[in-house]
């Protein structure tokens, strides 16, 4: 058994994609981690999961925007459940500090 530490960084995203890393993995469950460093979803796409995901930002700050125009914006701490097929994008993820996400996708 390897004790991991969730802040601790080996390398950051660059260019358009963030760093998704698989934490745990189970019938029914996914939980990852994700970094961001400035990453947005792309102005004409919509990001929409046939899971539901609750997502805690553990550092860093975030805007999620929703299809009725309405966005939110995350700080540090803050969480919200997207439920399945609910269609999102991120808007906005800070670089200085960086982004780590906690992401759990459930049935």
């Given at each position: ?78 969480y919200i459940l997207i439920p399945k097929e609910l269609k999102h994008r991120v ?17």
């Amino acid at each position: 058994m390897r004790i991991n530490n969730i802040f601790q960084v080996e390398r950051l995203p660059v260019g358009a994609t963030e760093v998704f890393e698989t934490l745990c993995k189970d019938e029914g469950i996914h939980i990852e981690r994700i970094i961001s460093n400035e990453q947005v979803t792309p102005f004409d796409e919509w990001c929409q999961q046939k899971t539901n995901e609750f997502v805690i930002l553990l550092k860093g700050k975030a805007s999620i925007e929703f299809p009725e125009g309405r966005i939110i914006h995350l700080g540090e701490g803050d969480y919200i459940l997207i439920p399945k097929e609910l269609k999102h994008r991120v808007i906005y993820t800070s670089k200085n500090p960086h982004c780590i996400w906690l992401a759990v996708h459930f049935k």
